[in-house]
């Protein structure tokens, strides 16, 4: 691809950026035209904060982004072509990673974009990230710049249909740490302080702020990541529709305010459902979990898939397996053999077994996450 059409590529996410959302940018004491290599650390805050970053920047830093997001030939497109992109396995820094970001440091002169989360946030709040994440600052010994973001949640969630037009998006950079300041500090301090650095909240942040996103179709898809009706204790009997949730027991049960906060129940965020759900789930798994979706294989060197079209989903926690039914055939995954669970984008739930990897589309991605993590290792 030619840097013109590169260039205007660029442009035009650019404009589609600023169409659709509010962005306010402040760069305080960083350089958005700074040509060298730097590290910028950014919280996870919704599925387009590489794009957005990287359209911000004259020299945009390369991304580190989960491996299955390059599955999708569209989304492989842009990653390689467009915003170069290095893949990775989420809690994984294998030798190849390692290897190409040196090169991209040392020889191409770029900087890194990493999300150590590894998951853009599931319900408007930080989640953690490995340790591991200060081993490379100590290694690399380049500038480590923070970007905190606010907002983007509330824009566009993890699980949302239709992003709020124009919700308001802030960005705040700032430098964290000088490459030559990070020999001063201990991996804990430095963990420490980008722990503090990447916390946020955006339903607490609105809360303050009171931006009205005005939301018209905010609930849209909230069903595929809130299981638990806090009204009836049933799981899997949400729906949504416009801003209103409702429970197939209950009728109406909520629905979200001009601020993007819900109203009806004693809670007003996410996160305290999200937690909420998670403490009934030992009741829950008192019976056999169901769904269905789309099955695949993944072959992890070129990213190609092999459908194997649509299964029944099944999570037994008597014998602690996961039994998947495609028409006449029956596939069996035991839980204690179920490694690198993850849930990227949306809806797309994948894991290794016996040294192969799979990936589902499911109607309910996340009580099968939180479900096989629980009978895993028997906690969140």
Not at 21 to 42: A, E, H, M, Q, S
Request: charged share 30%.
């Amino acid at each position: 691809m030619t840097k013109l059409k590169i260039f205007i590529i660029r442009q035009l996410v650019k404009i589609y950026y600023r169409l659709k959302f509010k962005i306010v940018v402040n760069f305080n004491d960083f350089n958005p035209k700074r040509t060298d290599p730097y590290f910028l650390i950014g919280n996870h805050a919704f599925l387009h904060d590489g794009l957005i970053h990287a359209m911000l920047l004259k020299r945009y830093p390369y991304p580190i982004i989960n491996a299955f997001m390059f599955t999708n030939e569209k989304m492989k497109y842009i990653l390689t072509k467009v915003i170069y992109s290095i893949p990775k396995r989420k809690g994984q820094i294998d030798i190849s990673t390692i290897r190409e970001m040196l090169n991209v440091v040392k020889k191409k002169k770029r900087g890194i974009m990493v999300f150590p989360e590894g998951n853009s946030s599931f319900f408007g709040k930080e989640s953690g990230f490995p340790f591991s994440t200060v081993k490379l600052f100590k290694k690399f010994k380049i500038d480590v710049v923070v970007v905190k973001t606010n907002g983007a949640y509330l824009s566009s969630p993890r699980w949302g249909l239709k992003p709020t037009r124009k919700g308001l998006i802030e960005l705040n950079y700032h430098t964290l740490f000088k490459g030559d300041e990070l020999e001063r500090y201990s991996e804990e301090e430095i963990y420490e302080q980008l722990t503090e650095a990447l916390s946020f909240n955006d339903f607490d942040w609105n809360r303050e702020r009171k931006y009205l996103y005005k939301p018209k179709e905010r609930a849209l898809g909230l069903e595929t990541y809130i299981y638990y009706c806090p009204k009836c204790h049933n799981h899997q009997s949400l729906s949504t529709k416009g801003n209103q949730i409702y429970c197939d027991h209950c009728g109406e049960i909520a629905h979200f305010n001009a601020y993007s906060l819900i109203s009806g129940l004693e809670f007003d965020n996410l996160v305290e459902w999200d937690i909420l759900q998670k403490e009934h789930l030992p009741k829950i798994l008192e019976n056999i979990i169901y769904t269905s979706g789309q099955m695949y294989k993944v072959d992890m060197k070129t990213f190609a898939l092999e459908d194997y079209g649509r299964v029944d989903f099944e999570i037994n926690p008597f014998s602690k397996g996961v039994f998947i039914q495609n028409k006449d055939t029956e596939t069996v995954f035991e839980v204690d053999n179920i490694e690198g669970l993850t849930l990227t984008r949306k809806k797309e739930i994948s894991f290794d077994h016996k040294r192969s990897t799979y990936l589902f589309k499911l109607d309910d991605p996340m009580i099968v996450l939180d479900s096989i993590n629980y009978l895993k290792e028997g906690k969140l």
